[in-house]
């Protein structure tokens, strides 16, 4: 965790003042949802109308928002976006509800998470950001500058965006940063201390001027308040408005996206045979009030103050609302969480039943709905057409010709507009309680048998079912039976679960497509099958950078010239051309790549019997071993002084007819010594032993067979899902294993040198936005670091 440090500022006539209403910075209370146990939080609100909204209004707005933050479970954007709406909510209701005198307010929101070592902030309104770090300056804000700020529509205008803060650094906020914020002013000699950076920031700010100012430091979760050159505690938190007003009231309402798990979840949720977390469910969720100031009432009314309690019944006011879909977010390194895959749920006919029954009752209360919303309509054209027309003496209104024609058009359209919007609303909503209650059926049943392959079964339905019923809303309850199904699947399969994160500074275009990773050194190689190239990234303290000094590509080069590359070898450091890399394209041509070296290109020798089908290839002790499909063989090339002067050996060339592999299984392929590992794509292993006998040179185990090697499951037959296995590594001593990669579910397999299972690595993607379905590519580097690629995506993760 971190400390904070918080530095408030306000200019007022070019007086300064520690204070300032709208920052404040909190960790986990005692009773928080388990998804944010390790989060700090940090708020920075700014109103149009400071001189109409007292300061100790917009206290209590941060304290029901940071309430509401460490009440919400799921991943940190969700949470911090449920900041955001709600309390763009609070201002456009107090914008509604209040009397003209009271204007119209307007503001703008930074919501900063702190979550292992990375700032996750999320943005609405002309409100600007900026990190300050070892690795420079970077600067948060609306570049479009069409943000309207919250309180004026319905929808906020949100943005996310995601920094390393790595050993530490700062966080300032301001909506009205001077030009002066720039990096090399900022960092003018060494690294800022808080008074130097202090002093900087206000160099050249105008007279009237406000900044939150947070030193990020590592720690124990402490924060403090420094004001004036000493530090104090920060005050407590204002107590919550509990106590209605008249008017209607805008209102946080904790649920929207996802319910507190002060009130769902069982006490030990680790007794999975005990409790189904989520099971019992509410059908409204509970509301908290965020109070609006005096002036939004036409009279003023007296507002009584008390804590509120999470699990208190006096509080909750139940509000349904129809489901609102976020205004898409301009993203800058988004990072959002990716479901795994799930089987597709089946569905018994009494489970069908229930659904049909359900539906017919939302079609019975979608028509008693209907007939109500008919008489309000009713009731408001005819109001309508009272205040509007003219009266005659003895007589009702009487409207023209083309007064009437027009609302026989207007009115079918308003109210087919209106029950559509009704009935889609309420149908949603209905086909989520549909799903979900047969995912929490599933779930009860596989927490009830003792079969562990139906138990298996039945969380793998259930995974399906929840996917299903959030596709239709997404709520808490949803989230906690999926975490606790993963943890059941988890625990059946004996998987250990690897946090990842993001590996690349920036990213890399949508349609590359990494499917082969080399970690060499502190560096990594990757090879975009799409552009048939290789992209190299420089390891910096912060990430990996892209160098777009290395050439590696099809194209014309000394030597000859060479097409798109399938697949990429690592080479020794003392090879005749000093490269890192020999690239390979698919009709037998080499490519010599190193940061800073003009590729050198080698054509392999061949007899001239097969062009093309090469697709992947391995290289060690001189030797390059390539797989190729279409001759279904795989040849061997062997250098001379690093060169390829010498004909290829067919691997195989001496198997009798009944006994050579069917190589257009093999999906990959893993030297050591005198071992060949051919990996199928259903996630058996072919191994094969080069003896050199005359005769009978190869011999190979087709498969080996998988044995248990974990704790608790030694001896024991391993089962390899139906997937699709694409990817085999060695890695030499110490620990010399044998890692398949299974790309629909990104599971990494180790093994021991004689096959027994010593780990089964699962991916726990955190707050990560994943676009690809499946894994493409992976390797494990120095200190045992796993790098785990999606599509354009790279992520890693440290085997424990």
């Known amino acids: 965790m971190y400390d904070l440090n918080l530095m408030p500022i306000t200019l007022k006539n070019g007086q300064q003042h520690d204070q300032l209403a709208g920052f404040q910075a909190a960790g986990p209370p005692k009773k928080v949802t388990r998804s944010r146990t390790e989060d700090m939080l940090v708020l920075y609100l700014t109103t149009s109308e400071k001189e109409r909204l007292s300061e100790d209004l917009k206290q209590t707005w941060l304290d029901q928002l940071t309430d509401l933050f460490y009440k919400t479970s799921g991943s940190v954007t969700s949470a911090l976006r449920s900041l955001v709406e709600k309390m763009n909510q609070t201002m456009m209701e107090r914008n509604f509800n209040g009397s003209p005198r009271s204007g119209t307010v307007s503001g703008g929101i930074t919501a900063a998470a702190l979550h292992n070592n990375f700032i996750y902030i999320a943005q609405s309104g002309l409100t600007h950001a900026f990190v300050l770090t070892q690795q420079g300056l970077t600067h948060f804000y609306d570049s479009s500058l069409s943000d309207r700020g919250l309180g004026m529509s319905r929808t906020p205008a949100l943005r996310y965006f995601q920094v390393d803060i790595g050993e530490g650094g700062y966080l300032f906020m301001t909506d009205n940063p001077p030009s002066t914020w720039r990096e090399d002013l900022l960092c003018s000699g060494d690294f800022p201390n808080p008074e130097q950076l202090k002093r900087r920031l206000l160099n050249q700010v105008p007279a009237s001027f406000q900044l939150g100012l947070v030193q990020v430091k590592p720690g124990s979760g402490n924060i403090v308040m420094v004001q004036s050159g000493f530090a104090q505690n920060p005050p407590k938190q204002a107590e919550m408005v509990s106590e209605p007003v008249e008017a209607a009231e805008p209102q946080l ?211 399906g079912l929840i996917a299903e019923a959030e596709t239709y809303k997404q709520t808490n309850e949803a989230e ?196 060949l590992y051919l990996l199928q794509s259903n996630g058996l292993i072919v191994e094969c032993v080069y003896s050199g006998l005359e005769g009978d040179p190869v011999s190979c185990q087709n498969p080996v067979p998988y044995i248990d090697g974990r704790a608790g499951r030694e001896e024991q037959a391993v089962s390899i899902p139906q997937s699709n296995f694409t990817a085999i590594l060695y890695n030499p001593p110490p620990v010399s294993t044998i890692s398949i990669l299974d790309a629909n579910n990104a599971d990494i397999y180790r093994f021991s040198q004689i096959f027994r299972l010593s780990r089964q690595l699962r991916p726990d993607m955190g707050d990560a936005e994943v676009l690809s379905p499946a894994a493409t590519a992976f390797t494990i580097g120095m200190e045992r670091v796993i790098f785990l690629a999606f599509g354009n995506q790279v992520f890693f993760a440290y085997i424990e």
């Open 253 to 463: 309402e904790i649920g929207q996206h996802g319910t507190s798990e002060l009130e769902s979840e069982p006490e030990d949720t680790q007794q999975r045979g005990q409790s189904i977390v989520g099971v019992t469910k509410t059908d409204r969720e509970p509301a908290v009030e965020l109070p609006v100031d005096q002036h939004s009432q036409d009279e003023e009314q007296p507002i009584g103050k008390s804590k509120l309690d999470a699990g208190s019944g006096d509080e909750v006011r139940e509000k349904p609302e129809p489901e609102k879909q976020p205004q898409a977010a301009n993203l800058y390194r988004t990072q959002t969480i990716r479901a795994p895959e799930a089987k597709k749920p089946r569905i018994s006919k009494s489970q069908k039943n229930q659904v049909y029954k359900k539906g017919l009752k939302g079609i019975a209360a979608f028509f008693e709905g209907w007939r109500k919303t008919r008489q309000h309509i009713d009731t408001f054209f005819k109001d309508l057409i009272a205040r509007w027309s003219p009266s005659g003496q003895d007589g009702p209104p009487q409207l023209s010709r083309k007064t009437q024609l027009l609302i026989a058009l207007i009115v079918p359209l308003v109210v087919v507009a209106i029950a559509m919007g009704v009935y889609v609303s309420r149908g949603r909503t209905l086909q989520y309680e549909s799903y979900f209650g047969l995912a929490q059926a599933k779930a009860a049943s596989a927490v009830n048998t003792s079969d562990t392959n139906q138990a298996r079964e039945e969380w793998r339905e259930a995974l």
């Open 480 to 675: 906690v039976l999926k975490q606790q199904a993963q943890e059941a699947l988890d625990e059946l399969d004996g998987a250990i679960r690897l946090r990842y994160h993001s590996a690349l500074i920036g990213s890399l275009p949508e349609t590359v497509n990494i499917t082969r990773i080399i970690s060499y050194g502190s560096d990594l190689y990757m090879l975009d099958s799409t552009g048939g190239r290789v992209i190299h990234a420089l390891g910096t303290g912060q990430g990996y950078e892209i160098n777009a000094d290395l050439i590696c590509e099809g194209g014309n080069f000394s030597g000859g010239s060479v097409g798109a590359l399938v697949d990429m070898v690592s080479l020794p450091p003392n090879n005749p051309y000093q490269a890192h890399i020999l690239g390979l394209d698919s009709i037998g041509s080499a490519v010599y790549c190193a940061p800073g070296l003009a590729p050198v290109v080698q054509t392999l020798p061949s007899a001239g019997e097969i062009q093309g089908g090469a697709t992947r290839a391995a290289y060690e002790s001189n030797t390059l071993y390539v797989l190729n499909p279409d001759a279904n063989s795989i040849f061997v090339y062997v250098t001379t002084n690093g060169q390829f002067l010498d004909l290829p050996i067919d691997y195989f060339e001496s198997a009798e007819p009944g006994e050579k592999l069917d190589i257009s299984l093999v999906t990959d392929l893993e030297v050591s010594g005198a071992k």
